[in-house]
C-alpha cells in the first residue's frame, strides 16, 4: 500500500461540518483511497471509498483531488458520536489495508 | 445478520501456552485476514486468506498460524504464546481480495500473555 499522511489530531464542534484531510502523492493509477474510523474499544468501521470520483454515502463524502494525491473526508454535520481515529489507506487487495496513526478526530459540545 | 464474530473477547494467557482466536462470518466473503493492534499503533496484517483451503502471510505472521477449511471460519492460533504478543487482534473480511470493496472488521479479541 502507498504511504498517507495525516494530521495527528483535529478538533471540532457538534453540528458542524469536518474536513479530514488527507495526501498521498505515491498513489498508483488503481490504488483506491479508503476511509475508516475506529471508536474507542471497538473495531475499524468502514466509512466510505473511491477511486477517481467523489462519493457520497450516509456516514460521509469523499473528496479526492482531481491529481488524486490528495483527498478529504467530510462529515456533513459532527456529533459526538464521530469521535474516533480516522484512517486513510491507499490501496486493499489481499496484501491488506496498510494503517498509519491516523487523525484523532475530537469533537466539542 | 451478524457480520463478524470473534471469540472470545478477553483472554488472558501464560507464556508459553496455545490458544485459537475464533473468528466467523456470515456474509460469504471469499477474503478474511488477521491484524493486531498494539498501543497507540496503526494495525497490523498478519494472515490472509482469498478462499476456502489459500492462506498467505502477511506483515507480522511470525508465532502464528492459520487455516481455512470453510468460506466462513478462519481461526488463528497462537502456537506457543509470548509476551510480546500481548495486543488486540481484529478479524475482517471482504467481499473479495479487490480493493473495490470495503473491509468489515470483528470487534476484536484482546489477548494478554503473562
Known amino acids: 500500500d502507498a504511504k498517507t499522511t495525516q494530521p495527528n489530531s483535529m478538533e471540532s464542534n457538534e453540528e458542524e461540518p469536518v474536513h479530514l484531510p488527507c495526501n498521498h502523492s505515491?498513489?498508483?493509477?488503481?490504488?483506491?483511497i479508503h476511509w475508516y474510523r475506529q471508536l474507542p474499544s471497538q473495531g475499524p468501521e468502514y466509512v466510505i471509498h473511491?477511486?477517481?470520483s467523489n462519493v457520497n454515502n450516509r456516514m460521509a463524502s469523499l473528496a479526492i483531488a482531481e491529481d488524486r494525491k490528495s483527498s478529504t473526508l467530510i462529515l456533513h454535520r459532527a456529533t459526538l458520536r464521530d469521535a474516533a481515529v480516522y484512517y486513510c489507506?491507499?490501496?486493499?487487495?489481499?496484501?491488506?489495508?496498510?494503517f498509519g496513526k491516523g487523525t484523532h478526530l475530537i469533537i466539542q459540545p | 445478520n451478524a457480520g463478524v464474530t470473534q471469540t472470545p473477547k478477553f483472554q488472558v494467557l501464560k507464556t508459553g501456552q496455545s490458544m485459537t482466536l475464533q473468528c466467523a462470518q456470515d456474509?460469504?466473503?471469499?477474503?478474511m485476514s488477521w491484524y493486531r493492534q498494539d498501543p497507540g499503533m496503526g494495525l497490523r496484517l498478519i494472515h490472509y486468506?482469498?478462499?476456502?483451503?489459500?492462506?498467505d502471510q502477511g506483515e507480522v505472521p511470525n508465532g502464528y498460524n492459520v487455516s481455512r477449511s470453510t468460506t466462513e471460519d478462519f481461526p488463528l492460533r497462537l502456537l506457543s504464546a509470548a509476551p510480546s504478543q500481548t495486543s488486540v487482534y481484529f478479524c475482517?473480511?471482504?467481499?473479495?481480495?479487490?480493493?473495490?470493496?470495503?473491509?468489515?472488521f470483528g470487534s476484536g479479541t484482546r489477548l494478554t500473555v503473562v
Open positions: 505515491t498513489i498508483s493509477g488503481t490504488d483506491y
Open positions: 489507506i491507499n490501496g486493499g487487495g489481499a496484501d491488506g489495508l496498510t
Open positions: 475482517a473480511s471482504s467481499y473479495s481480495t479487490g480493493a473495490e470493496y470495503g473491509y468489515t
Open positions: 456474509m460469504n466473503h471469499e477474503y
Open positions: 486468506s482469498v478462499g476456502a483451503g489459500i492462506t
Open positions: 473511491g477511486l477517481t
